[in-house]
């Protein structure tokens, strides 16, 4: 039977493979396992694998396949701390976590101080000569046991804890003696058994395995599942569970547990970076209950802080602590997030991983640490997320802009929010969904929360520190966040906010400066990002290393100029029909619609031809001597079509024609199914003086470019949904007649190239043949999408999100490419392309050439182009190098 336990500390042998590696035993296992090896302070426990997990979602009876092997790791727990669990005398406590492959703050489950009941808390009161702790660490396992495996609701343990300060006048739970903590277990203990009709149990081995497999069953719960959804990772995973010796932060003025990063995780400064607090167990400084104390006494005097800081509080133990931070980054040659504990003066660490950080950050930590020799340019290049460079490109507050500050937080997470105040993750996902910007407004965040986090432009909290979960999470996610604000009070009941001397209610305007933590009235102005320095620097390094090129989608000389700053090298898709939206034109479009004859079509035509040609002509400017793919009308003509009473008045007046006639024509145009009708090609074949005409301007613009700057750009004129060689062919004869035309006249020729999009399996089946007719394909997989899987692009939504959570497609096929179906035709399109035309010149213009998963693929099947949208542009540059470069 293979492994699936794992034990490491102690004389633990950690020489298996399997035991440091991710998939197996989880990134909190595995790291765990390492740090023991290379010597560190690690509590002993074991690591149930993923495996497990994996069979217990299934619906597999796993525990005896695990029994014994949890049994023998047990005695391992037991004889290297020299404690037995159960024991009354001297009793072994346990912690019991989960540990995904990737981590997810916060959103699984966790049981602390396990193995205690009403004889071994008299144990570890004696053996620890404190009373009072040991009965609040049973107050707190009941509390956390009651919550996570036996599902009664939290809240109840809290009231009662209130009620019972509020009867003895007290403020704060330090207040609380070891008799008041006895009495609220006693009261802790009638609330389980009235809520669940039977008592608390007291088997320790009971309550291990009753949390071993909640915590395995919290990977189902629904904030994982959000997490999950949020950031990609495959519902069949599974969690590992690690099962290790209780040590306690909580016993005294020596003892303390923090949270640290080797670096700032919001700058990247190369500083330590923590909280901690004196006498305290981790899960308050992760929930953020108590807002904590500076690691450094440097961040301590930075922020004006008073209480003191670990470096000062515990100089020993601090010393320690650094000494493993340089060890750690050393070993794992990455930036690291620490979880570690003092007890009585002693530290151990309890977890290492690589920190989430923001991009500002990434980019600051991998050019650094190229120049310290830590890694290489390679590595620094496949360091950063592609998605979060987005973080960078958006507006940050314009400094010269008026401030007027509210209260200041800690500046949690950077960048800067502006949006409406909410006080709740469901509205904030409420509000946000009709379009309006808002900001979180929140106590402290919960994992709960999670939604409506990802809703929000930016969260605000009154407690926590800068490693509570609002946080970690926001960080994570790109969200500016500011967390403990002091001065804050929120009343849910009647939807006020006080924000220091102001009362704002939900919907009032706020802004958020993450980088300072400034929390300001109504929306402050932005100015746009800085593009130089690290991300510069990365940049550069990218497009040494990649081999696609990078064009982007668009179709207005404003969104050009904006991806030619973002690094793109051609247009990739230039959606004609956008400009035909134009108000100034539409009466010109829909006269050209309703025309009758080719005749009238021509006229509405005539007067769109100069519109068109001042389009290209603008565009070229900015895109001299690059390649622009301008793809031809594709829509379905009804779509530009007038809807209701007024607009139909309106043309009628502009054109003659009585409402009725024009609304008959209107319904003579309906069709059933749009996107399968009367579009693409299928208009360039029945209405060709449409093409003539964008023909024309194109060329027409190109010469006038040509003529004014002696360098053109090269249009790559791309007839959109061809089916068949014959269309293209039909096409292409007409675009070349025209170029002559164009070209005669203006006494200048311009190098240009026709081909087509890859939109339809026929397409892509056919592509040998239609290579014949087209110097270039563009795979249009927004389109090769809906058509090969019969899904419509349109009305997906409605289904598409079960899709993913039930696992049936790992994610949105309309996001990320479905590589082993749509993936296919790609290839073979390809393949059968470059067979008949070895140079032809093959790109993506779908969505999906600005999702690095998708780019990905795009660089194995040998694509010579991406395009993207202006801001996808640096993103689909650094992806196309990562690709290159695995
Ligand atoms: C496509 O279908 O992938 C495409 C780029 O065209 P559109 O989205 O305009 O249909
Ligand atoms: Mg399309």
Not at 339 to 362: D, H, I, N, P, Y
Not at 679 to 707: D, H, N, S, W
């Amino acid at each position: 039977m293979v492994q699936t336990v794992y034990t490491f500390g102690g004389d633990a042998p950690h020489d298996d493979p399997r035991q440091k590696d991710k998939t197996v035993t989880g990134g909190k296992g595995a790291n765990l396992a390492e740090m023991a090896s290379i010597g560190l302070p690690v509590p002993p426990g074991f690591t149930i694998t993923t495996e497990v997990s994996v069979k217990h979602l299934e619906g597999i009876d796993t525990r005896p396949l695990i029994e014994s092997q949890v049994e023998e790791a047990l005695t391992h727990i037991e004889c290297t701390v020299g404690k037995k669990f159960g024991d009354a005398a001297d009793p072994l406590l346990v912690s019991v976590r989960s540990g995904a492959r990737v981590s997810m703050p916060g959103m699984m489950d966790t049981v602390l101080n396990l193995g205690l009941n009403d004889e071994t808390v008299e144990g570890l009161a004696r053996t620890s000569g404190d009373e009072r702790f040991a009965w609040d660490s049973y107050r707190r396992f009941i509390q956390m046991y009651s919550d996570v495996v036996l599902g009664v609701d939290h809240g109840l343990f809290e009231e009662a804890l209130e009620i019972a300060k509020e009867d003895n006048g007290y403020y704060a739970d330090t207040e609380l003696s070891a008799d008041d903590w006895r009495a609220l277990v006693a009261e802790y203990k009638g609330i389980v058994e009235s809520e669940l009709g039977k008592p608390f149990p007291s088997d320790p081995k009971e309550q291990l395995w009753g949390a071993i497999y909640a915590v395995f069953d919290s990977w189902d719960s629904e904030r994982a599942k959000v997490y999950r959804r949020l950031n990609d990772i495959p519902a069949d995973w599974g969690t590992a569970v690690n099962v290790q010796a209780m040590v306690f932060g909580n016993m005294g003025d020596t003892s303390a547990t923090g949270v640290a990063f080797t670096r700032d995780p919001a700058t990247g400064q190369r500083a330590y970076y923590g909280e901690y607090l004196i006498n305290a167990q981790g899960e308050d400084v992760v929930a953020g209950i108590r807002t904590p104390q500076y690691l450094t006494k440097a961040a301590r005097e930075a922020a004006g802080a008073k209480a003191p800081s670990m470096e000062e509080a515990l100089p020993e133990a601090y010393a320690e602590l650094a000494r493993v931070f340089d060890l750690l980054e050393r070993h794992y040659k990455d930036m690291q997030d620490i979880e570690f504990t003092v007890e009585r003066g002693k530290l151990w660490m309890l977890q290492t991983r690589s920190g989430k950080r923001t991009a500002k950050a990434a980019l600051k930590m991998a050019v650094d640490m190229v120049g310290e020799g830590l890694i290489d340019e390679k590595t620094a290049i496949l360091r950063v997320d592609p998605m979060a460079l987005d973080q960078l490109l958006h507006p940050t507050l314009d400094p010269q802009a008026e401030r007027h500050v509210l209260a200041t937080g800690l500046p949690a997470s950077p960048g800067a929010a502006a949006g409406k105040i909410v006080l709740d993750a469901d509205t904030a996902e409420q509000w946000a969904s009709r379009g309006e910007k808002v900001i979180l407004v929140r106590v402290e965040t919960s994992p709960e929360d999670i939604h409506g986090m990802h809703a929000a432009q930016g969260i605000l909290t009154a407690r926590g520190g800068m490693t509570s979960h609002a946080a970690v999470v926001a960080r994570g996610m790109g969200r500016p966040c500011v967390s403990g604000a002091t001065g804050i009070s929120i009343d849910r009941a009647s939807g006020t906010v006080r924000i220091g001397s102001h009362e704002l209610k939900e919907g009032d305007e706020i802004t958020l400066d993450g980088a300072n933590g400034q929390v300001m009235l109504g929306i402050v102005p932005t100015v746009e990002p800085e593009l130089a320095g690290d991300f510069g620097t990365l940049m550069e390094w990218a497009d040494a290393h990649r081999r696609m090129r990078v064009r982007t989608n668009a179709e207005t000389p404003e969104d050009c100029r904006m991806a030619r700053q973002f690094g793109a090298e051609g247009i990739g898709l230039c959606r004609t029909e956008h400009m035909f939206f134009d108000a100034n034109r539409i009466s010109a479009v829909r006269q050209m619609i309703l025309a009758e004859s080719e005749e009238g079509r021509r006229k509405a035509l005539d007067l769109l031809l100069p519109e068109q040609r001042a389009d290209f002509t603008e565009i070229f400017e900015v895109m001299t001597g690059l390649p622009c793919t301008i793809r031809l009308l594709d829509p379905p003509l009804h779509e530009f079509l007038p809807h209701g009473d007024n607009e139909f008045a309106e043309l009628s007046d502009a054109t003659g024609l009585g409402i009725d006639h024009l609304k008959r024509r209107a319904s003579e145009l309906h069709e059933f199914n749009p996107m399968l009708g009367h579009r693409g090609c299928r208009l360039g074949i029945t209405f060709p003086e449409i093409y003539e005409m964008q023909a024309r301007a194109i060329f027409e613009a190109a010469c006038a470019v040509q003529k004014s700057s002696g360098e053109a750009p090269l249009p790559e004129i791309m007839i959109p949904l061809v089916a068949t060689k014959r269309e293209l062919e039909l096409l292409r004869a007409l675009v070349d007649r025209v170029a002559k035309e164009v070209f005669e006249e203006q006494g200048v020729e311009v190098d240009y190239l026709v081909g087509t999009m890859i939109e339809l399996p026929r397409a892509a089946l056919m592509a040998g043949e239609i290579a014949k007719e087209g110097a270039f394909f563009s795979f249009g997989t927004n389109d090769l999408t809906q058509t090969t899987l019969g899904v419509s692009r349109d009305d997906s939504a409605k289904f598409l999100a079960q899709y993913v959570e039930k696992g049936i497609f790992p994610r949105d096929p309309f996001v990320s490419l479905d590589i082993d179906g749509v993936g296919q035709l790609v290839e073979l399109a390809a393949e059968r392309g470059r067979a008949t035309r070895p140079d032809i010149k093959l790109g993506i213009c779908g969505e999906h050439g600005g999702d690095p998963a998708s780019i990905a693929f795009c660089e194995k099947v040998g694509l010579d182009y991406v395009s993207a949208s202006p801001y996808r542009v640096p993103i689909a540059r650094l992806a196309a190098a990562q690709a290159a470069l695995k």
